[in-house]
């Protein structure tokens, strides 16, 4: 190598898969989103995943590009309902309630 040199590594990950089952908009009004997370897919993007988490699917296949807030988290095994606080205020608000 002389001086001004690069290396450039490129790696290729495949994220791992995640349960088919889609997430449905139970409900949504002005201030809250409530969904139905399946089994397998994480809250937010950690270790492996990226792409195949809630919160991406959120945006990119439902196209919910709002910056929604977690009011509380599943474990990525565990399905159930999952709620979003549209903005700073229900999100503490719903936080405190729970």
Known sequence: ?????QILHVTHRHEPPVDGKRVVIVAEDE??????????VPMH?????????????????????EN???VH?????????VLFAK???MAR??????
Not at 1 to 5: A, P, S, Y
Not at 31 to 40: E, G, H, T
Not at 48 to 65: D, I, K, P, Q, V
Request: charged share 25%.
């Open 73 to 81: 988290r599943l474990d990525r095994l565990t399905s159930g309902l």
């Open 93 to 98: 608000q719903l936080s405190e309630a729970i």
């Open 68 to 70: 929604l807030k977690q």
């Open 31 to 40: 201030n809250v989103l409530a969904v139905d997370k399946p089994a397998s």
């Open 45 to 65: 993007p950690c270790g492996s995943y990226h792409f195949n988490t809630l919160s991406a699917l959120l945006r990119y296949e439902l196209g919910r590009s």
């Open 1 to 5: 190598l002389k001086d001004r040199d």
């Open 87 to 89: 903005n700073q205020k």
